[in-house]
């Protein structure tokens, strides 16, 4: 499966050392997990949601990136609340049993987060990030056919 992350400029890491230190919207501080998407216009919907500002003004260089996974991630049970889905995964993460999980995306519930736990022997044959520059400003400008049709 491709395996989708926008991520600031740089960081290009998949050792999980983010959510090490701080927790992710899926994992409590201390699980070294990889979030992904499994579409790359989530990638891009989900990095939205954390931006300071208007997404159409912000300059920060991001890079859109994709790696591939052979493995089949297991499933976090739908229904679930917050404090249960973190608790699900951490479980998880700690069993060591799987590489991948997939949660459905809270923000397009077709798509999935897919979470990579890179404690996981098999990480270690993920290939590194294919990447290309990603600028928020430069694709959700106002469109110049926009008042023509409006």
Do not use: K
């Not at 998949?14 to 992710?24: H, I, V």
């Not at 608790?87 to 799987?98: E, I, L, P, Q, Y």
Request: net charge neutral; hydrophobic share 45%; aromatic share 8%.
């Amino acid at each position: 499966m491709i395996l989708w992350r926008l991520a600031r400029a740089g960081q290009r890491a998949l050792d999980g050392a983010g959510a090490r230190r701080f927790g992710g919207r899926y994992c409590s501080p201390g699980q070294p997990i990889v979030h992904f998407a499994s579409e790359a216009g989530l990638a891009v919907l989900v990095q939205m949601r954390y931006l300071v500002g208007p997404p159409d003004v912000c300059e920060e260089p991001f890079e859109l990136g994709w790696t591939q996974s052979d493995a089949v991630p297991e499933r976090v049970p739908d229904g679930l609340d917050r404090v249960e889905t973190t608790a699900w995964v951490d479980a998880w993460a700690r069993s060591g049993r799987s590489l991948l999980v997939a949660v459905r995306s809270a923000v397009l519930p077709e798509a999935d987060v897919v979470l990579m736990n890179a404690g996981h022997p098999a990480a270690a044959v993920v290939p590194p990030l294919t990447v290309r520059p990603f600028r928020f400003d430069q694709c959700l400008h106002r469109p110049p056919m926009l008042e023509q049709y409006s």
